[in-house]
């Protein structure tokens, strides 16, 4: 089964950016539509931004414009970079793979975003 560490979250200020990093192990990553979800204190989960076996890409209206997802399969590894951040982005973010019917999530990682 699929397993997955994110990494590069923190503190930053409004307009500041972060990139945020998804490491895969135990499954073939190539196969996977690799995506980012965040949670916000007392709100649902959502979409942040989505990206096929393909390359092809969907974000969130929220963020578009703003965040950029890529992955690199050599390395196994989903990356979501993060710009112009707000306040409104702060959450903690989850990286997603999935297969047809499969399905696996990262620990998270939290980005708050305040000056």
């Known amino acids: 089964q699929v397993q997955l560490v994110e990494s590069g979250g923190g503190l930053v200020q409004p307009g500041g950016s972060l990139r945020l990093s998804c490491a895969a192990s135990?499954?073939?990553?190539?196969?996977?539509?690799m995506g980012w979800y965040r949670q916000a204190p007392g709100k649902q989960r959502e979409l942040v931004a989505v990206?096929?076996?393909?390359?092809?890409?969907n974000y969130a209206n929220s963020v578009k414009g703003r965040f950029t997802i890529s992955r690199d399969n050599a390395k196994n590894t989903v990356y979501l970079q993060m710009n112009s951040l707000k306040p409104e982005d702060t959450a903690v973010y989850y990286c997603?793979?999935?297969?047809?019917?499969?399905?696996?999530w990262g620990q998270g990682t939290q980005v708050t975003v305040s000056s």
């Open positions: 135990g499954s073939i990553f190539s196969t996977y539509v």
């Open positions: 990206i096929t076996i393909g390359g092809s890409t």
């Open positions: 997603n793979a999935g297969s047809g019917r499969l399905s696996a």
